[in-house]
């Protein structure tokens, strides 16, 4: 399984760090796979938000999150991070990881499979 934490409330220009650990056979599938996050506000299509390659070496961001937001991950303790700095009320969506199929990240939301759940990020004004 993915289990993601550290969502909550934050203001706006606050700061908020996710993190998403994989167990079971999660945890085998995603030692030579990208992993990603993506996000889905109320009413809105899910979105991709960061991907990074099963090295580390290699990252992916959106637009919207450039500059704000950085991926990491530690394959020694099976776990992805999403580091989310200068937060805006547009942020507020509840965010998920996912493992790539593909070594390298993608923009694309048919890269990726095994979803895991979600955490609700809030960011008030």
């Known amino acids: 399984q993915l289990q993601a934490c550290g969502g909550g409330l934050a203001q706006a220009g606050g700061s908020l760090r996710l993190s998403c650990a994989a167990s079971?056979?999660?945890?085998?599938?995603?030692?030579?796979?990208?992993m990603g996050w993506f996000r889905q506000a109320p009413g809105k299509e899910r979105e991709f938000v960061a991907g990074?390659?099963?090295?580390?070496?290699?990252?992916l961001y959106s637009d919207s999150v450039k500059g704000r937001f950085t991926i990491s991950r530690d394959n020694a303790k099976n776990t992805v991070f999403l580091q989310m700095n200068s937060l805006k009320p547009e942020d507020t969506a509840a965010y998920y990881c996912?493992?790539?199929?593909?070594?390298?990240?993608?923009?694309?939301?048919?890269?990726?499979?095994?979803w895991g759940q979600g955490t609700l990020v809030t960011v008030s004004s």
């Open positions: 079971g056979r999660a945890a085998r599938t995603i030692s030579n796979n990208a």
């Open positions: 990074i390659s099963w090295r580390g070496s290699s990252t």
């Open positions: 996912v493992v790539s199929r593909s070594s390298v990240p993608s923009t694309s939301r048919s890269s990726y499979g095994s």
